[in-house]
């Protein structure tokens, strides 16, 4: 007998609505991965000489803040407004617990494989995610600062 626990795991739906953000890892897991990349790379450059233990909590501290402010009702609304996340309403606890667990498992990994090859990985996985998605981190940002209906419609289906 196979027992579905609620919240899931993880939900890969590619549907833009208020249960993806319920859930511990859902397809924008992978954009807080690059998360964690731009955060390796940016510590890495401005504070070269800091550990790398250090630079690594720095990152998960930052991450922890972009979440508490992302559940603000500020950006709630934003998202609701500027984006296709029509239904948004904020993440689960556990939904940002993995955000926060995802963004530091991707500084760990461009800190293994340095930055040339973390740019290809965050390359690729912007790709994936616009396949997939149809929605990815730089477009997030891009939606966030300067919405354009045309993208946002493309990635509601119509």
């Not at 709630?76 to 948004?88: H, K």
């Not at 929605?135 to 045309?150: A, H, Q, T, V």
């Amino acid at each position: 007998m196979v027992v579905f626990l609620w919240p899931a795991l993880f939900l890969g739906e590619r549907h833009l609505d208020s249960h993806n953000s319920q859930h511990l890892l859902d397809p924008y897991a992978f954009t807080h991965v690059l998360h964690g990349f731009v955060f390796f790379w940016l510590l890495s450059s401005l504070l070269p000489r800091t550990p790398r233990l250090w630079q690594f909590t720095l990152a998960i501290l930052l991450e922890g803040l972009w979440e508490v402010f992302e559940n603000t009702e500020f950006i709630i609304q934003r998202y609701r407004e500027a984006t296709a996340a029509l239904g948004y309403y904020g993440d689960s606890v556990a939904n940002s617990l993995g955000d926060v667990v995802t963004c530091g498992i991707g500084f760990l990994i461009a800190q293994r494989i340095g930055f040339r090859r973390s740019f290809v990985v965050f390359v690729a996985t912007e790709l994936v995610l616009l396949i997939w998605i149809r929605d990815s981190l730089l477009l997030e940002i891009l939606m966030l600062i300067y919405p354009i209906d045309s993208l946002k419609t493309w990635q509601m289906g119509h």
